[in-house]
């Protein structure tokens, strides 16, 4: 695949990249939970002070995946780390190596950055990006479970003067 072209994105792509996560969202059967507008990409994924950034994948300059990420900190380490927070390929292009050189291109990121991991999770029930995510040898952290705050509970709690 010679014409696979992988670039940072630009608030111009807020419409693909849109697309891209609800995609996602039907994927992980979990559509209805898109209330993102591309009007709030445009804003918020390329706001000048934001710390996240998009990489959109291209196969003869029409998209065929992105990936989201921003860099986290780790104090015990004392270095940043890349934190991959959605990555997603056309299924027409599936195993075709795109989201090996999605990642790859992330890992460049992070060792470019200086980071001292690439970070990411996976539904427990997604054996296809387990079994991928294990061959280029991540490591699952089944001691670590997360944990959200979000919506009312979150406004909730930020105002409680308790």
Avoid: H
């Amino acid at each position: 695949m010679q014409e696979v072209i992988i670039r940072k994105a630009t608030a111009k792509d807020a419409g693909i990249i849109l697309e891209f996560i609800k995609e996602l969202a039907i994927y992980e059967k979990a559509e209805k939970e898109v209330v993102a507008t591309v009007t709030d990409i445009k804003n918020n994924l390329f706001d000048i002070n934001t710390t996240t950034k998009a990489i959109i994948c291209t196969y003869k300059n029409k998209p065929i995946g992105f990936a989201v990420y921003f860099f986290n900190f780790s104090t015990w380490l004392g270095r940043n780390g890349l934190y991959l927070e959605d990555v997603y390929v056309f299924p027409d292009f599936r195993r075709m190596g795109i989201g090996k050189k999605l990642l790859k291109y992330l890992a460049q990121v992070a060792v470019k950055n200086n980071c001292a991991r690439l970070e990411l999770s996976v539904l427990d029930w997604n054996k296809p990006a387990i079994k991928f995510y294990e061959s280029i040898n991540a490591k699952a952290q089944s001691e670590w479970i997360g944990y959200r705050l979000e919506g009312d509970n979150l406004l909730n709690f930020a105002k409680d003067s308790s």
